[in-house]
């Protein structure tokens, strides 16, 4: 074999094994986690004074929830009644209720370890009078984690429904059924695989001119 064909057969084989090692990066997973639970909830409604909107706090909580995330907080969420319909709107950005320099709300599971997501919601909910209930629906989208969970992303959708006979000086206590599922990014390669398939093939190719030189020689 001439120089210049093992030349080209060494390009060939750098090309091939630098386009594995880029194939396994592109061909990253991700691990996906179905999300189906029920939380005991309590949910308080603040008026914010001189406006028509009020301010709603939301805790859950399971202590079977799947992947130890017993644990759901929804803060500063905003609300107030559309006039069209007569239910109520909830949002977590009360710029978009006309009040401007309020904090923006978040939702956030957790537990008793550092496992953690993170999110943001918007919901309906109707005055269901004949059977003394509030029924709600809406969605929360997630927008990070942390721990295992770090750089999830997901949808849940989730149902919620509060008796109104209950004391109204106090949170109004209910269940929120949630089903979705979210996902994390798989580790990606370490970065010095494609340049260990690099060194050895400048190897390959001193080995093979080392070779040629003492054939001409020789």
């Known amino acids: 074999m001439t120089l210049r064909s093992q030349s080209i057969c060494l390009v060939g084989l750098v090309f091939s094994l630098l386009s594995v090692g880029a194939s396994t990066a592109k061909a990253i997973a991700q691990t996906i986690y179905p999300f189906d639970v029920v939380y005991n909830t309590e949910v308080t409604l603040t008026p914010i004074p001189l406006t028509n909107v009020s ?87 997630i927008t990070g984690g942390a721990g295992r969970f770090s750089g999830a992303t997901g949808m849940f959708n989730f149902s919620e429904i509060e008796s109104l006979d209950q004391d109204p000086t106090a949170p109004l206590k209910g269940k929120a059924f949630l ?11 370490e970065p010095r695989t494609n340049t260990t398939l690099f060194g050895i093939c400048v190897i390959g190719i001193g080995l093979m001119l080392r070779r040629y030189y003492l054939e001409a020689t020789g």
Do not use: C, H, M, W
């Open 55 to 141: 301010k709603a706090f939301v805790s859950g909580f399971n202590s079977e929830a799947p992947y130890g995330l017993s644990n759901f907080l929804s803060i500063n969420n905003y609300s107030r009644i559309d006039p069209n319909t007569g239910n109520l709107i909830f949002l977590q950005d009360a710029a978009k209720f006309g009040l401007q320099g309020l904090p923006i709300g978040r939702d956030e599971f957790f537990g008793s370890s550092d496992d953690k997501l993170f999110g943001s919601s918007s919901a309906t909910a109707s005055f269901d009078f004949i059977n003394r209930k509030l029924v709600g629906s809406g969605t929360i989208t």
């Open 179 to 189: 089903s979705g599922s979210f996902q994390t990014p798989q580790k990606t390669p």
